[in-house]
Structure formats: C-alpha cells, structure tokens
C-alpha cells in the first residue's frame, strides 16, 4: 500500500499538535512500581510478632555490650572511703629491726651529714653486713664507712669535733663516740674526725662528759634518728 507523502505531511502537524494538547490535559503520572521494587524502597513488612522478637534482640544485644564496654572513670570523691586492699608491708616495714646491724636505716649517713668532710660520703650498698661507701672526688671504692671518712678528710679537710679546729693530716684521727669496748662497732652514725690528743683525752669516757657541746650535738641528732625508729616500730605494728 502506497502512502501518499503530501497526504502523510498534512497529517504531522495535526498529529503533533493533538500529542500536544492530550500530554497538557493529562496529570503527571509516576512509573508503576513492582511489589519488589516497594519493599525495597519501604522495607518489608513485619507482623507484630515479627517486631516485639526484633525489640527484644535489640535490648538483649545492648545489655551485651553494655556488658563488655568497661565503666568511664570517674573522679574519687573526697569523702568516700576507699575500698582498696592495702599493699602488703615490706618485710622490713613488718618486722622492725632488732639489731644494730639490721638498722641500717640509722647509720647509712653521719649525724654531721652538713659538714665537712662527712657529706662527701655517698652511701653505696650493705655489704657483709656493713655499709660502703664512695667519696665524692675520690676516684675508686666502694670503702667500708672508716676508710671512707678518711679519704673524704684527706681530699676535703675538716675540723676536730671536740676542739673545732682545723685537722691537718698529721694530726688526724677517726674516734669512736661510743667506746668499742662497749659493743659499739665502726658505723658512720658513730664516726667523727678528731685530733689525736682530743681522742687521746676522751678515751673511753661518754662524750657528753668529755665535752659537753659536742656531747649535746651528737646525742640530739642521734635522738632524732631514734624517733625516726620508734616511728617505724608503729607504722609495722599498725600495718599487721
């Protein structure tokens, strides 16, 4: 069937224009959408069953993690006590020492530990049962706690405990304060420089009667070291 072409092009702008005129008149019309296509885009349906089992998965999985996920810190307050165990005492702390040797808290330093030559020595470890030391200054040691003083006095100087004057090294001598003859033993807490004759003149007498200063001196910094031990006696008692 043949088509006529003039016939055929009178006809497109009538055609054209009747396209035209339906599309104005019809609403805008969306695509229909498949059931599939809505449940993607709404989300599939639930029946109430269906949602109070998803409620309670959701709260059971919250209290897990509630679980696991440690608490924040939070600051102590002032007032409340606190709960911790107390650490253990030291077995030094727990039992306080017995014998002048195990108190080496008392004769690791001098009572003149401001003074020349005392505060040079630095006290390096127990050994044997007694305390070394090394001098500042002074290469090699450790030394025992006389040979120490005296080399800290050979390289520092110092006065005589008793008279106050300056030691030359040939006048030097290391006293006992304590007799030896008294138990007494060769610790730094009862080691001062002195001239011969001083030492010579004290002797075995206590030193508050051979020079009552120096005897006030010595004893107040020894008193004091023993209350630092009375101390410690009631810090061990109360952490039993």
Known sequence: MK????????????????ALQNKAQTPLQTPAQTPVQTAALVGPQSSPQQS??????SASQAAV???????????????????AKKPAPSARTANPPKTLSDAKLLILHS??????????LCFNEVKN???????AGVEGGPWNSQNALKKAHEKHGGNCFYC?????????????VEAKQAGNIGHLHNLVIAHRLCNQRKGADLIEYFNADAGEKWLKEIQNRVNIRLANIQKGKAAK
């Open 164 to 176: 106050k004057k300056p030691v030359g090294i040939n006048e030097y001598s290391i006293d006992h």
């Open 111 to 120: 009572p003149l530990y401001t003074e020349l030559p005392y505060r040079m």
């Open 52 to 57: 109070a089992n998803a409620v309670k998965q």
């Open 65 to 83: 993690k509630a679980a696991v996920k440690p608490a924040p810190r939070t600051a102590k307050s002032a007032s409340a006590p606190s709960l």
């Open 129 to 135: 049962g007694s305390p070394v030391y090394y001098v």
């Open 3 to 18: 088509h006529d072409p003039i016939a055929v092009a009178n006809s497109a702008p009538v055609a054209s224009q009747y």
